[in-house]
């Protein structure tokens, strides 16, 4: 029954499906999808809630089968992206159609802008990052959603709705 309302909604031009790593993913359709950069299997901007300055981005990573990195590295990374450290976050772990997922949600002010490679740090109070990490067949895929807070808190339902809809491809 899953599939068969996400192919209705992909039809009629709700959602988008896209896939890496041996699974596919419908990404909302409010949600734009960028051009294609390095070491991202997609990147989205989500437009601003009403009253927030500037969009917020969802990027799906997939470096390769066995690249990138643990789970609980990743997830300590994440929350070390925000000062202070986000030490009380608790990590969820679910399983989504049969993969297994661990997500996290964090907020404050977020330090990791530029990335992991920039020489210098844009910093963002008022941020939020729901992360996901997504143990798929041929690699994990790093789902990480940053912005304002509002804007985030916003299109909750969109992410989630992101997860929900993985499938591992046939």
Do not use: H
């Not at 009629?12 to 596919?24: F, H, K, N, P």
């Not at 709705?161 to 993985?166: D, F, H, Q, R």
């Amino acid at each position: 029954m899953r599939i068969a309302w996400l192919l209705l909604l992909a039809s009629i031009g709700m959602i988008r499906a896209e896939s890496a790593a041996g699974v596919r993913w419908s990404a909302p359709a409010s949600w734009n999808a960028q051009a294609a950069r390095p070491m991202r299997a997609a990147t989205y901007t989500v437009p601003a809630a009403p009253g927030d300055k500037e969009d917020s981005e969802c990027a799906v990573y997939y470096f390769g089968r066995g690249m990138g990195g643990s789970v609980d590295d990743n997830v300590k990374r994440w929350m070390g992206q925000f000062a202070p450290p986000q030490k009380e976050a608790q990590p969820r772990k679910s399983t989504i159609n049969g993969i297994r997922v661990t997500e996290i949600d964090l907020s404050g002010t977020y330090t990791g802008a530029g990335g992991p490679m920039a020489t210098t740090k844009t910093i963002k109070p008022g941020y939020r990052l729901l992360g996901a990490i997504v143990e798929a067949p041929e690699g994990s895929l790093f789902i990480k959603f940053t912005g304002p807070a509002k804007t985030v808190a916003a299109n909750l339902t969109g992410f989630e709705t992101l997860l929900k809809s993985l499938v591992r491809e046939k």
